[in-house]
């Protein structure tokens, strides 16, 4: 369903039914659904979760898959028993839902600028092999982003950064996405203060301070509804997006793109190309 949103793909393809405001509202209980099966899988569902955590640190710290082809994961793919060292065989896309399930906010953050990067030489192999769906939306006038041809735009010219933002911005999308439920799920807005703090540390049987704020979350009705509304007006302003800089300072990751010495989005989405490719 991410990938739909981030990509402007038909959302009845599967169901025969339905559009961009109901399946933003069915999301947050998509999550919902994903954390009791998650739960369900183990005795120990903290246990469960560290590891996938791990996991999704050992995908980050080992190279890419030559090729980062897309798979489609297995029903089985939700246990972190697959979590072998060196390259994962699981989607980046795969991976940034695993952390919304198992890790903090905090981590999320510390891991964005390198999902970043393995995403955007996703989409670059995606397009080089002509796989890219580069429409954010069934309306041509919806998306700035234009198809372009496989065998065009494969130059990763720093200095042609609308062919780089029409190769990259579905991933941009989709890794906001994410961002946006990391946040809704885990931030409280009262849990920066040290009273409140005390309070969800007192009585949390063993949980991390991020997952007592997420299993409220997920049985506030009312707030899961109301979000389904924000994630609609922020896709809005995601998709109009004019350049890579409009794209970054939208989805709230301006200063990853601009950490590490660089100057220009582009510049750390060439960067992401070439470290992919080495």
Known sequence: MLARFATGASFSTDSKGGGRESNSRLLPFMIQMACYLLDQGSSNNQQQRRSMAKSVSAY?????????????????????????????AETV?????????????????????????????????????????????????????????????????????SKLFAIVQPMLVYTGLVEQLQRFFKLSKGSGTAA???????????LERWEVVMKEKLVNVKEMVGF???LLAWLEDMTSAADLQEAFDVMGALGDALSGGFSRCEDFVQAAILAGKS
């Open 60 to 88: 980050l710290s080992s190279s890419p898959a030559p090729s980062d082809s897309p798979t489609r994961p297995s029903s089985s793919s939700l246990s972190p028993a697959r979590s072998s060292a060196g390259p994962s």
């Open 196 to 206: 409140a703090k005390k309070e969800l540390d007192g009585d949390s049987g063993g």
């Open 93 to 161: 896309q795969f991976m940034m839902v695993s952390s919304l399930l198992s890790e903090s906010y905090e981590d999320w953050c510390q891991h964005r600028p390198a999902f970043l990067q393995r995403g955007i030489y996703h989409a670059y192999m995606q397009h080089k092999h002509g796989r890219s769906t580069l429409r954010l939306s069934s309306d041509s006038s919806s998306s700035p982003s234009t198809p372009i041809k496989p065998d065009e735009g494969s130059s990763t010219d720093p200095n042609d950064g």
């Open 228 to 230: 389904s509304k924000d």
